[in-house]
């Protein structure tokens, strides 16, 4: 039971930064059965933007184009399949107002979040919908250290991309995603 919930924590992290995630959770037959878990959610904490920068590099090297990315979250959901309680299969549905600019007055586009429960493991599905297109993230996460995942393709400007996308945690509570995608 521990794993499971230590993977809900980290699944959430992923992609919607510093905070506590409330909302309606639907069992499986769509009716509501209460509030999702409150928690804390957890990321890869950094100083600055500069230093998030500094780690993207280090992983994913110099080519490619960077996005720069603040995200937050206007809406989410917990769904709860049978059996009631944190189990394989449940999963969290997120919808994220994404920014470029950490004060958030320069609005760039918005993001669907879904992270589905395993037994040991999280699955991350991210669309994030820029004024160049569409792009999807996706991936596993096997532990709470391993935040990074794969930009898997796109549409307008972002058809064919490929690389990868690492979520930070800013000081201010402000979840940074940093992708850098290759083409």
């Known amino acids: 039971m521990l794993?499971?919930?230590t993977a809900l924590a980290t699944a959430i992290t992923l992609a919607l930064g510093l905070g506590v995630v409330s909302g309606t959770a639907l069992p499986?037959?769509?009716n509501p059965s209460g509030s999702a878990p409150g928690m804390v959610l957890r990321s890869i904490h950094v100083s600055s933007v500069a230093e998030a920068q500094r780690r993207l590099a280090a992983e994913a090297g110099a080519e490619g184009e960077t996005l720069v990315l603040f995200a937050v979250t206007s809406d989410a959901t917990y769904v709860d399949l049978p059996p009631?309680?944190?189990s394989p299969g449940d999963f969290v549905l997120s919808e994220q107002s994404l920014f470029a600019d950490a004060a958030l007055t320069r609005p760039a586009g918005s993001a669907a979040v879904r992270f589905e429960f395993s037994l040991s493991t999280v699955s991350t599905t991210v669309t994030a919908r820029t004024g160049g297109g569409k792009i999807v993230v996706a991936g596993s996460q096997f532990?709470?250290?391993d935040a990074t995942l794969a930009v898997t393709g796109g549409t307008g400007r972002y058809l064919g991309a490929g690389g990868l996308a690492i979520p930070f945690d800013l000081p201010s509570g402000v979840l940074?995603?940093?992708?850098?995608?290759i083409r």
């Not at 940074?176 to 995608?181: E, N």
Request: zero cysteines.
């Open 3 to 5: 794993k499971r919930r």
């Open 143 to 145: 532990s709470e250290q």
């Open 28 to 30: 499986a037959s769509g």
């Open 84 to 86: 009631t309680g944190s």
């Open 176 to 181: 940074l995603l940093l992708l850098r995608v």
